[in-house]
């Protein structure tokens, strides 16, 4: 349509054009300027709108429509088809200025069975309340952990909607966006946010999580995350992650992500390097039988660690070799050379002797095992 106009326009001055389409759905689309779409239907939409105003629209009849006649009518002589040769009725008629105009998004009505397939382009709108505390409960509610692959894009991902609710709150009080690349520190703190709501679900059961905080020496660091500060608290060459490992919960899905994370950047290894990697910086519950269960299930290991083909049945011995017969009676030759030699028993050895070629000739019996 745009190649068709910018032509014309080279050629003869417009004064204006009008356009008929027999789809109503498609016109009550380009029509409708106060609904939003779907990306797929709105940006096809807007690009319409750019090239064609919609006072220029018009329906025509599916019957009546010259470009339907080879892809829906059957049976039709075109030789003597006044449709197909002389086009739309409609174009031979002068058209009134201001004629098509829309009074209002009306002017194009879907009715049933088409009402569905229009209102299911239509941009829902729904409003998500977000309430961010020290503890982070809210965020399972809102993100969905269990369609995320790793624990990076969850950071990430939790980065942005965070950053999304406090441009939201600038923009009510009049203050500039931010709308430069998410920082370290944002991801930082969407990181402890989860790690807090990890946490949570061991806070849940208080007498286990009092056992646990006994029995792990459980402090809280500057951010309110608890660690594991063991017996290493004097162990000043180790990093402050190792000495105080972070606590996770074994029943939670962030403890997953963060597992296969491990075990995808030490390229798959096995279970205890993966553990000994975890323990740098967290502390996981029962964590050996937990990270033993997850490799279990890594579709990678499992095609590299499994067994190999079993081996097929060893076939039966050939007849010549469990038929009573004569020694020699069969044969097998093999054949080795060439080897070189020195004739060292008919006079003294010496490095400067002629070196002779030797060949051998290996005879045997398949039913004596006799050797010549």
């Not at 004569?326 to 008919?346: E, F, Q, R, S, W």
Request: glycine content about 2%.
């Amino acid at each position: 349509m745009n190649l068709v106009f910018m032509t014309l326009k080279e050629e003869t001055f417009i004064n204006s054009y009008h356009l008929w389409s027999d789809s109503m759905i498609s016109l009550a689309w380009i029509n409708a300027y106060k609904k939003e779409f779907k990306p797929f239907v709105e940006n096809r939409v807007n690009v319409i709108r750019s090239l064609v105003q919609r006072e220029s629209w018009n329906y025509c009849i599916t019957k009546k429509n010259p470009a339907d006649i080879i892809t829906r009518f059957n049976n039709i002589d075109l030789r003597s088809s006044n449709m197909w040769w002389d086009g739309l009725k409609l174009l031979y008629n002068r058209i009134e200025k201001n004629s098509h105009v829309f009074e209002d998004e009306n002017k194009f009505r879907v009715d049933d069975p088409f009402l569905d397939e229009y209102n299911n382009e239509i941009k829902k709108n729904c409003s998500v309340n977000l309430v961010l505390n020290d503890t982070g409960y809210d965020l399972p509610k809102v993100i969905d952990i269990n369609k995320l692959s790793s624990s990076k894009k969850l950071y990430v991902i939790t980065a942005l909607v965070i950053r999304f609710i406090d441009n939201l709150k600038r923009k009510v009080n009049g203050k500039t966006l931010k709308l430069d690349f998410i920082d370290n520190n944002e991801v930082n703190n969407a990181k402890n946010l989860w790690l807090k709501a990890n946490q949570n679900e061991l806070i849940k059961n208080q007498q286990h999580f009092k056992d646990l905080e006994n029995s792990l020496r459980l402090v809280k660091d500057n951010h309110g995350i608890y660690r594991s500060e063991g017996r290493l608290k004097n162990a000043n060459t180790l990093p402050y992650e190792t000495r105080s490992p972070i606590l996770l919960a074994r029943n939670h899905k962030l403890t997953e992500l963060i597992v296969l994370d491990c075990h995808f950047e030490l390229k798959h290894a096995g279970q205890r390097q993966t553990l000994t990697e975890l323990r740098t910086k967290y502390w996981i519950i029962k964590g050996k039988s937990y990270i033993k269960f997850l490799l279990h299930r890594c579709a990678i290991c499992k095609r590299y660690n499994s067994r190999a083909y079993a081996y097929p049945k060893s076939p039966d011995l050939p007849a010549i070799r469990v038929t009573e017969s004569h020694a020699y009676n069969t044969c097998g030759i093999d054949y080795i050379g060439p080897l070189y030699t020195k004739d060292v028993y008919y006079h003294k050895y010496n490095e400067e002797d002629e070196v002779f070629k030797a060949y051998i000739k290996i005879y045997t019996s398949p039913t004596t095992r006799g050797v010549f």
